[in-house]
């Protein structure tokens, strides 16, 4: 099964921004539209960016768009998803998800293994 591993999460002050990044299993990225997902403490695990293997279509959650920007590096494997102007509702764990395509990716399916995420807290 597909593998993937998240990092760059941090604390950062309202305003702040960050740059999450996830590594695929070699070759993975390649053939799938890769995504991230968020989970608030005691809340659900939600959909929040998606882009295609071709990166020709991104997709948002609405209370991302115009903060946040998913692009991914085929080459290297690697999605990332830049969040800037940060807003403590952004709190959560962040992770990273592939499938065929971002529809599948926003109904909240996955092929790969869910990882460990990372945290993102957004704190004054």
């Known amino acids: 099964q597909v593998q993937v591993a998240e990092s760059g999460g941090g604390w950062v002050q309202p305003g702040g921004s960050l740059r999450l990044s996830c590594e695929a299993s070699?070759?993975?990225?390649?053939?799938?539209?890769m995504g991230w997902f968020r989970q608030p403490p005691g809340k659900t695990r939600d959909f929040v960016a998606g882009?295609?293997?071709?990166?020709?279509?991104?997709e948002y959650t609405d209370s991302v768009k115009g903060r946040f920007t998913i692009s991914r590096d085929n080459g290297a494997n690697r999605a990332y998803l830049l969040m800037k102007d940060l807003k403590p509702e952004d709190t959560a764990v962040y992770y990273c998800?592939?499938?065929?395509?971002?529809?599948?990716?926003?109904?909240?399916?996955?092929?790969?293994?869910w990882g460990q995420g990372t945290q993102v807290t957004v704190t004054s």
């Open positions: 998800a592939l499938h065929y395509s971002t529809d599948y990716l926003k109904r909240g399916d996955n092929l790969a293994s």
């Open positions: 070699e070759g993975a990225s390649m053939v799938y539209a």
């Open positions: 882009i295609t293997w071709g990166s020709h279509v991104t």
